[in-house]
């Protein structure tokens, strides 16, 4: 089957290639894949700014179908419409594993980095793993719960916004769309900033109901602030801008060490925090909410490309252009 992979290390190192389709093992299944996000993410693996392990087939954004499982006793999940968490396997005795954090895990592998992903037509994941998509999802909304569940993971575990809190949240990207909508659902009083160039994407989210802005946000103001731009002055601006006693929240990567007044952090006394990836604990949080009718999804996703076509997709992801572009896999 046709799979972008990740060929090997450096930059630029991702290519179509023919790789062998999966077959379920014990513990494991077979997805067919419907679509899979392009993350921004995926952008950093390609340029060696994020680990991953060549040869492997990229993307972890993934909505798909069981087709096959492994061990009869799981075959209740055949035919059902999925998205899975992203750890294909965790050591499972160290102390985060024991702490069910299986995302801070020094061994975990990841699907699309260290264990064969989405970008492509079967991927196999294990059981355990497996969330039933929402029946109030339509179409390919699905994909957006992985990177909903990373947002649940920053947000709500712990708490992070509260009712009235004034809440800044920088970049409208599919991670802004996402915190600015949760934090509305958590009660905070929402703007979403973005770049002049970001009107388009910036209208979404003021149809979803949520404020927007191109200008500079008001300094020493915000009870929470959500940088999602993974930029420096995305993240300078956000140590200006929360008030004193505040939070930031690093949700964007930026990929590279960044030059920050980290002295805000001291004299404002400010909580700086983040999530790395998911947990199954933000998993179901993310299942649950979009199951709640609360978020608007369906708008988010601006464009759908067949996986033939990659190469102009991740451009127009690097360029910020539209929210969630989603690559189809190849039916040959």
Known sequence: MLALVKSGPGPGSVSLSLVDEPIATLGHARVRVVATGICGTDLHIAKDEFPSEPLVVMGHEIQGEVESVGDPSDAHWVGRSVVCETYFSTCGVCEWCRDARRN???QRR?????ENGGFTRYVLVPIVNLHQVPENLHGLEGVLLEPLACVTQCLLDPPIVNPGDRVLVIGPGTMGQLC???????????LLVGLEKDVARLAVARASGVATSTSTPKLDWFDVVIECSGSDAGFNIGLRSARRGGAVVQVGI?????TAPLDAILFKELRLTSGSASTAASWRRAVTLAG???????PLITSTVPLAQWKSAFDVVAA?????????PDES
């Open 254 to 258: 930026f990929g590279h060490d960044v």
């Open 320 to 328: 910020g252009e539209g929210i969630k572009t989603v690559m189809l």
């Open 110 to 114: 990841s699907i699309g980095s260290f």
């Open 180 to 190: 600015a909508q949760v934090a509305k659902t958590q009660g905070g009083d929402v």
């Open 292 to 298: 709640s009718g609360e978020l608007s999804l369906a």
């Open 104 to 106: 801070l895990c020094p």
